[in-house]
């Protein structure tokens, strides 16, 4: 009879134990999310797409939003002047853990929530890329000039206070923004991130898959190239002709009209 109760009591103690490791705290629970449209749709008139997001968070909780794809390795050029007079390629650059795009906004300015929020910043993304293959100039920030060439590609941006907090019900606070999806997103899988915020600590996130498709023309010139390159690459070579001629066409009917 001893033996049962103690081993009852040991196999209460073992529960409570890993209650306390792996539970969630109840400020963490009810994090949700949901993208309007669920996928991001790329045809011939694709220029960029509005994404919604939307969901609840716990009350009092601040809100960032982190649209972004899976890290890959990127292989760059330097360029550089050779005696000081024509650019060329001087070397070659080699990062790592480089998301091919990033979007970031949140319900307050940055500087009002804390220290924990740098990680979610184009700041925070700047330190995990890993420069492999360094330059040749020892003055390039290859970090700093990456991010700048992304931006300047509209495929990472920073905003702050794009996110409106709603209504409280039942302890909950709704939130809603708008992303808008660069036209330079390539077609693939994506995820969009809501982190909970309070205290200057994270309290906890949700995450939704956003998948990028095409469609349409688009869809269909991109299954030629990979199921008949021999097709494609006939076309497109007529195409470039084509163009070539119109252009001239074009050129010498103005000269002609001086």
Wanted: glycine share 10%; charged share 15%; aromatic share 6%.
């Amino acid at each position: 009879m001893k033996s049962v109760t103690f081993r009852n009591l040991a196999l209460a103690a073992l529960c409570l134990l890993a209650a306390s490791l792996f539970s969630v705290p109840a400020h963490a629970a009810g994090i949700t999310i949901q993208t309007t449209p669920p996928s991001v749709v790329m045809g011939a008139q694709y220029d960029g797409a509005p994404l919604t997001i939307s969901g609840t968070v716990p009350e009092g909780s601040d809100v960032v939003l982190r649209f972004t794809g899976a890290p890959a390795d990127m292989h760059l050029r330097e360029k550089g002047k050779l005696f000081g007079l024509l650019w060329m390629n001087v070397g070659k650059v080699s990062v790592k853990n480089v998301p091919n795009v990033y979007l970031v906004d949140s319900s307050r300015p940055f500087e009002q929530l804390g220290a924990a929020v740098t990680s979610y910043r184009l700041e925070g993304l700047r330190d995990a890329i890993e420069v492999e293959e360094a330059a040749k100039s020892p003055d390039l920030d290859i970090a700093h000039e990456l991010l700048l060439l992304k931006q300047g590609d509209g495929l990472y941006h920073e905003s702050e206070a794009g996110v409106t907090l709603g209504e409280v019900v039942d302890g909950m606070q709704s939130y809603t923004a708008t992303l808008h999806i660069p036209s330079a997103l390539k077609p693939g899988d994506y995820r969009v991130e809501a982190v909970a915020l309070r205290d200057g600590s994270v309290s906890g996130s949700a995450t939704a898959p956003v998948q990028a498709v095409l469609t349409g023309f688009p869809l269909w010139l991109n299954n030629l190239a990979f199921d008949n390159g021999l097709l494609y690459g006939v076309m497109a070579t007529l195409i470039a002709i084509f163009s070539g001629l119109a252009i001239g066409v074009v050129f010498q009917s103005k000269g002609g009209a001086h």
